[in-house]
């Protein structure tokens, strides 16, 4: 019995013990947490607790996440605790769409409250509900000014201060990853002490059930004139006090604990002011808010991605290093690594282990962070000085680990070589040469990713790799590395770019060529103007357009074609507005869908641009030439990988590559 299937079972097992309740879930960080509640949760109303803890009714399994990854308890304040199932997704990583700031920008505006500026943002005002709270707001947009009125009061049952917000609707935000801080441009015409921000929907399920995203308070004095407030994005936190709002665990620049991720800056979603914590009055008119600090050339779109640096200057690359030396059978090699005028200094000496009379490894690990995303890039580059000669040079990142091939090991090892030179020079290692399959006692890959795509870096991993270590393995000698930077290289941004209309293609290599021939030359909706997104982090073949290496190049199965990729080619403009539109396979020219059937065409609309890539349903499926596996990727009856079956709680749900839905109707 499959995983999925396995957890579909335990999901109908557990509601089937719980017939008198209703399942709930919440998905955060592609983690699907299930619960089932009855009426109340202790003295709370459920739908209290499902409101403020994010929750939706409906199983993990019904939204696509069916491999069991065990159980959590979560406590819900004063409510109680409780139990939740996890389940991972089954679902493609796609490349991410980022908006990006203008080039130059030292300043990146998110809210402006004209509403005729692209920065207008709806929000919504919300009163504390909980056990009988008395505080009440109300918000309205007057002569370019967000203008919120209200009180924060005691809550008798609990004999401390409630709280109000204004919350802006679920959009997408420009990218201020290049950014250092977050300014709020507004006058109060009270005394208040109680004021906060938040931006994100991030979790921290160990520190808040009802909270999330990254918050920090400010201060406003009383003015008739507007001030601005500038809050360093090193004082948000996600970790916070679900009663008080209070910071439980500060932000930790030098590991990134609880600051806020990449991939939050990239696109914040949703922005919150707070007055929360302290009884008082809110009077407060807000102008405008905006992410400062900002440089020149934004992360998304920069050919390097820095990772780590040992300068101390960095929030995001500021990684703790601790060397590590040879345990196993009486091992003997020794080593230190210590940070000296900013540069990381890896000292030691490897030695053959007696016991097995071969060489034994030192090693330099970083503790575990957050780490910024090279999902978009092809090559690590390591920036630095060789003292010593030595041949067993190594670099791994992330956890991932493959049971098949390692006991010890995990995350995704390669080896480089260091030349001895008295001056710092780039070491370049392409990422597909990178394996999760490597020999525990010598550190060499037992399967390389060119050969078989399962053991290269994945992109959740790339998106985050959490840690990373270099290695001396393998080689008896003297290790003397003066490392000044590690990077992400030849990164892309993560739009596509069009090239001309008359995009040459190859075929894959045939043993990864899933296709029954070559994609056709001249695809709908100008798909074939398209070449190999950068979003994809596996070598194939720079020939390959982008509807040859998403459709046909098995290396890439995991992956999607650039999100919203439908809005760069105007495909609803193409479509047949009065009728139907059939897609046809972009190899073979099979119809595969025809949209509308069961519904109108702004649902069809609506469906995709929620999901971001072509969503259809059961009635416009053509059944006879369309094959979903049991692990829910979705193939036409010729070869050709089309997407994802995804259901959601409208039903069977196939979310697809318009790159592979491009074709012309076979003659």
Known sequence: MTAARCA???????????????????????????????????????????????????????????????????????????????????????????????????????????????TFRTFDELNDPVMGGQSNGNYTVKNGLGVWRGEVAIVPKLQAPGFITIQSETSDFTDISSCSAISITARTGAQYDGWKFAFGTKKNYACSFYSGGFKAPFALAPSSDFGTVTIPLTKFSDCNSDSTGEVKKPCDSKSGANCPDQGTLENLKTVVVWAEGAAGTVDMDIQKIEAVGCSAKPVAAAATVPLVTFDGTGVKTTHTFRETNDPVMGGQSTGTFAVANGVGVFDGEVKDVPFLSAPGFIKANADKG???????????????????????????????????????????????????????????????????????????????????????????????????????????????????????????????????????????????????????????YNISSFDTPAGVPVSVDPTESLATAICCDNRTKVFAEPQFLFEEVQ?????????????????????????????????????????????????????????????????????????????????????????????????
């Open 370 to 524: 957050d780490f910024a995303d090279i999902s978009s890039c092809k090559s690590i580059v390591i920036t630095a000085k060789n003292g010593a000669a030595y041949d067993g040079y190594r670099m791994s990142f992330g956890t991932k680990r493959n049971p098949a091939c390692s006991f010890f090991s995990g995350g995704f090892k390669a080896k480089f070589a260091a030349p001895v030179t008295g001056d710092f020079t780039d070491i370049k290692i392409a990422l597909d040469d990178f394996s999760n399959c490597n020999s525990d006692s010598t550190g060499e890959p037992t399967k390389l990713c060119k050969d078989d795509a399962s053991v290269c870096p994945d992109a959740a991993t790339l998106q985050n790799i959490e840690t990373m270590s270099i290695w001396a393995e393998g080689v008896d000698g003297t290790v003397h590395l003066e490392i000044k930077s590690i990077a992400g290289a030849d990164c892309g941004a993560a739009d596509l770019t069009a090239v001309s209309a008359a995009t040459t293609t190859t075929p894959p290599p045939a043993k990864f060529d899933v296709c029954s021939g070559a994609v056709q030359p001249n695809l709908r």
């Open 571 to 667: 495909l609803f403009d193409s479509m047949n507005q009065k009728g139907e539109t059939t897609f046809y396979d972009s190899v073979c020219g099979l119809p595969l869908f025809t949209v509308p059937k069961g519904r109108t065409l702004a649902d069809f609309e609506a469906d995709t641009t929620e999901h971001g890539w072509p969503s259809f349903r059961t009635e416009e499926l053509h059944a006879d030439n369309v094959v979903t596996d049991k692990d829910g990727f979705v193939y036409s009856k010729c070869g050709t990988h089309l997407g994802s079956y995804l259901p959601d709680d409208k039903g069977p749900r196939w979310c697809l590559d318009l790159s592979c839905l491009s074709g012309n109707p076979a003659h």
């Open 8 to 118: 579909v079972l335990a999901s109908a097992m557990f509601a089937a013990a719980h017939a008198d309740c209703t399942p709930y879930n919440k998905v955060s960080d592609n983690v699907c947490a299930e619960t089932c509640l009855g009426a109340s949760v202790g003295i709370c109303p459920t739908s209290v607790v499902a409101k403020f803890g994010g929750l939706s009714e409906g199983t993990c399994a019904a939204l696509g996440y069916m491999a069991s990854a065990g159980s959590v308890d979560q406590p819900a304040g004063p409510c109680g605790t409780l139990t939740f199932n996890t389940f991972n997704a089954t679902r493609r990583v796609a490349s991410k769409r980022v908006r990006v700031p203008p080039a130059g920008a030292a300043t990146v505006p998110l809210v402006t409250f004209n509403p005729s500026d692209t």
